[in-house]
Structure formats: structure tokens, C-alpha cells
């Protein structure tokens, strides 16, 4: 089985070069699937790894402080979702706010939750069922902070 391993730093010199002048590029997707080619793509910006990666590998200090699947770790060490919400009036938002859920902040008529993965599809049921709400965004902790967890402490049981 072939491997690949890029420096994400000359890689991206390397991709801006071939689309600028040969307006080709192959997608490292593509050519993983086609050919079951490992990549290994070192890399510190945590977009390219959400982008591109399955399975991580966190070195901190020369040792190896997590070896796994991206999607375990995320859910591992995120289990919960920040929720804002954007209720139609301030009213709505007070209901809201006195309704149970763990509120992180309030301001006017939009109201930030914490919500566990787990009840995440029951939660927003019972919210646009029970609610006037005009918009809501569910937001993700950023990558960044859950891979510093890992790297602070090593051996997660995933």
C-alpha cells in the first residue's frame, strides 16, 4: 500500500503553484479512495485535519498523546453543544431562559444553551414546539480547544 506524507506548509505552496499554473490538482480524497494510499498530512491547522482526516495522530513533546478515529475524540471530549437561539420577542426568550435548559447567556432576545449531544433532537423539539423562535445556530467547541485537551492529557479511553 502506497504512503504519502506531506508537510502541510510546502504542500499548500506546492497546491497554489499547480492551480495557479496548470489549473490541475487532484484531491487527496480522490486519490485515497482510488488507490487505499495513506496520507499522512502533518499539519497545525485544524481546518485542513477536519477537512481532510479520519483518523488523527496528537504528538505533544515527542510523545504520541492520542492515535485515533477524529470523530470519537470530538465526541469524547465536546459531549455538549452550545445552542443560540433568536426568539421572536425578549418575552419568549424570558420563557426560554426560566424553562430548564443550562443557559450560558442572554441578551435581549437571543439566548445561548448548553446542550448534551445526547438530547440534542429532543431539546429542539420541545423548543420550536413550545416557542416562537425566528433563527438558531448550533455551534461546535473549536477544534482547536478539543485538540489542547489532548494534548494536556494523554492515554483518553476512546
Request: charged share 30%; proline share 3%.
Amino acid at each position: 500500500m502506497p504512503l504519502i506524507m506531506f508537510n502541510v506548509k510546502l504542500f499548500k505552496n506546492l497546491l497554489i503553484e499547480t492551480v495557479s499554473k496548470n489549473k490541475k490538482f487532484i484531491s487527496l480524497q480522490k486519490y485515497n479512495r482510488e488507490t487505499n494510499a495513506t496520507i499522512c498530512l502533518t499539519s497545525h491547522y485544524m481546518k485542513d485535519i477536519t477537512s481532510l482526516c479520519k483518523r488523527v495522530i496528537c504528538v505533544h513533546e515527542g510523545e504520541i498523546s492520542y492515535d485515533g478515529k477524529l470523530d470519537l475524540l470530538l465526541k469524547k471530549l465536546s459531549p455538549v453543544k452550545e445552542i443560540l437561539i433568536v426568539c421572536r420577542s425578549e418575552e419568549d426568550a424570558i420563557k426560554l431562559e426560566n424553562s430548564g435548559f443550562t443557559v450560558k447567556n442572554k441578551i435581549k432576545n437571543e439566548i445561548t444553551i448548553k446542550i448534551e449531544n445526547n438530547y440534542i433532537t429532543s431539546s429542539l423539539k420541545t423548543i420550536l414546539n413550545n416557542f416562537d423562535i425566528e433563527d438558531l445556530f448550533i455551534n461546535e467547541p473549536p477544534i482547536d480547544e478539543v485538540i489542547g485537551k489532548v494534548l494536556i492529557k494523554k492515554d483518553y479511553d476512546i
